[in-house]
């Protein structure tokens, strides 16, 4: 099982005992507030996209949405989401759960900086009722990212 891996892989961190688990879905974003009791934004959303040679992961904050443009201008070609199939074989996380830890080879993962407003967030821990709260220094060194982009809109709007 995922979490399973996720815990895993914290284990060896010294950290499992920060790994979250709930008896309610924390599948999506709202739900994932609730089950943690914060507002939606402090929610670390996972997507997983195709490119043409790989796939990768873009941690966003919870109220964040993919700007078409600036994706393209950063990887060379249009956003399409992997298909909840797709993201079980090549990131190894079910969709609900995918998250940056204990994923499969060869997938890279970045930050968007939708999140940096935030002292803590909260991404999933590779099943539909996981979560870890981490700071972006913690978030950043733990999901071995290749840095931080901007490649979201929307999040701004509510704080201009």
């Not at 964040?64 to 909840?84: C, E, H, S, V």
């Not at 995918?98 to 994923?103: D, E, L, N, S």
């Not at 939708?114 to 913690?138: M, Q, W, Y």
Request: net charge negative.
């Amino acid at each position: 099982m995922s979490i399973e891996k996720v815990r895993a892989y914290f284990r060896g961190l010294g950290m499992e005992d920060r790994v979250l688990e709930f008896d309610v879905s924390s599948a999506t974003v709202e739900l994932a507030a609730v089950a943690v009791g914060v507002i939606p934004a402090r929610i670390a959303k996972t997507l997983s996209f195709k490119l043409p040679d790989r796939c990768i992961l873009i941690v966003t904050a919870g109220d964040a949405k993919i700007d078409n443009r600036k994706y393209k201008d950063m990887f060379g070609t249009k956003a399409k989401m992997l298909t909840p199939e797709e993201a079980v074989e090549l990131v190894g996380h079910a969709v609900g759960g995918v998250c940056p830890f204990a994923v499969n080879d060869g997938v890279d993962v970045y930050l968007d900086i939708s999140l940096k407003r935030f002292e803590t967030v909260f991404p999933a821990c590779g099943s539909s009722n996981s979560a870890i709260e981490l700071n972006c220094d913690e978030l950043e060194k733990y999901s071995g990212s290749l840095g931080w982009t901007d490649v979201c809109k929307a999040w701004q709007e509510e704080n201009e």
